[in-house]
């Protein structure tokens, strides 16, 4: 009888079990969360990992710093090595890239932490010219990665040969009128040449460039979801009625005449910016540059101020077409890179305005130059070129108040600048002639 109950209970008890029903869920309460976090010491080892990476991050991992003066994060060890060779972050970013190598190499091998702002990818057409490797520079100074494409029509290799060996600067002998496939974040397209002797030169080749290289730069931004700068010109605005020349003038362009094909030109490219933008909803924004001076401009591009600087340090009388009353407006270099920059990294389209609004006659202008070079310096008049603009002087209260940008450089400031560079390179090629005639 007893055995026949213990079994009985034990197949009760197996019953039981086999029916297994979860524990109803318990209400969360603050005073278990904490029980269990205090149970087992787990607090403790919580806290110790906390102390591990402190220690790890601020201790034996470099202090990254922003130095603010170029925008770049350098490790405490790097930064040691960089300043002690070379004074500053700015003057390190500018030697060749072997001594920054030999500069930077840090014995631990340690990695970034992630600190710096994302680098871009960024195609400069045009980046061999005069405006284009002075926004190379700034950019390779940034962080950025760079690739030129330029055919070398009025650019030039030793304009962005400092970048040579740097595996953040690439070069491509390229002709935009060609297709191009490249993958990067954002295209600053400035290839067209830019003076009149230059775009006169092959009327039919400037326009091309201005259509069909803008079209595929703009074909190239849709393909890959790049951002697209145009670099527009003043002279959209032709001989302008309105004055100053604010982005809403629509101009006063003759279509046929011997500047069309730039002027024109710039005009289309625009057009074909602003279509992609609203039919294929390219990122696009566009600059509508004035006058602007500083060095690496090409020497008698039969632009003013390299004209003027030229013939005043060569000795020979500065020509002033018509009767040199006709303005313009002059821009130091590197506040327009710092108004491109904006442009490309805003949220605007524009078009905008980007030149000086201090406005100087061409006999001003001469003046100017003859207190910086040569006061002895004469002046020589000639009959005027068809089309010349009387008035040239940018309302820039828009990229004021959306870029937040303005000039800041005076051009007593800029011009000397210019003349050193200019110095260099015409008395450096009169001494390699010299030279060749010595021979
Ligand atoms: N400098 C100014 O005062 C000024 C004023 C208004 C507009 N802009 C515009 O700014 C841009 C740059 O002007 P810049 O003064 O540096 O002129 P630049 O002539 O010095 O530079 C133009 C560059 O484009 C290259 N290029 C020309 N045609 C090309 C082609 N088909 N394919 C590839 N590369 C080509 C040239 O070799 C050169 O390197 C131009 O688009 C110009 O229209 C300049």
Known sequence: MMSGGLNHRRVEVMQETASYTPKPA????????????????RIFF????????????????????????????????????????????RAFEKAPYRMQQSAVISPGGKIPLGLQRKA???????????????????????GDSVIVVDNFFTGRKENVQHHFGNPRFEMIRHDVVEPLMLEVDQIYHLACPASPVHYKFNPVKTIKTNVVGTLNMLGLAKRIG??????????????????PQKETYWGNVNPIGVRSCYDEGKRTAETLAMDYHRGAGVQVRIARIFNTYGPRMCIDDGRVVSNFVAQALRKEPMTVYGDGKQTRS??????????????????????????????????ELAEVVKEVIDPSATIEYKENTSDDPHKRKPDISKAKELLGWEPKVPLKEGLPKMVEDFRKRIFGDHEEEKETLNE
């Open 46 to 89: 919580v806290l110790l990992g906390v102390v591990i990476t402190s220690v790890f991050f601020l201790v034996l991992q470099p202090a990254y710093r922003h130095d603010e003066s170029s925008g770049a994060y350098l490790g405490g060890e790097e930064l040691y090595n960089v300043e002690a060779k070379f004074g500053s972050v």
């Open 120 to 142: 871009l990818r960024i195609v400069v057409t045009g980046g061999a010219g005069f405006v284009g490797s002075h926004l190379v520079d700034r950019l390779i100074e940034r």
């Open 226 to 243: 790049a951002r697209f700068l145009l670099t527009s010109t003043s002279e959209v605005y032709g001989d302008p009625l309105e004055h």
């Open 330 to 363: 002059f821009q130091y270099v590197a506040d327009l890179v710092e108004g491109l920059m904006r442009l490309m990294d805003g949220e605007h389209v524009g078009p905008f305005n980007l030149g000086n609004p201090g406005e100087f006659t061409m006999l």
């Open 26 to 41: 318990k209400q969360w309460s603050l005073r278990r969360t904490a029980e269990y976090v205090m149970r087992e010491q």
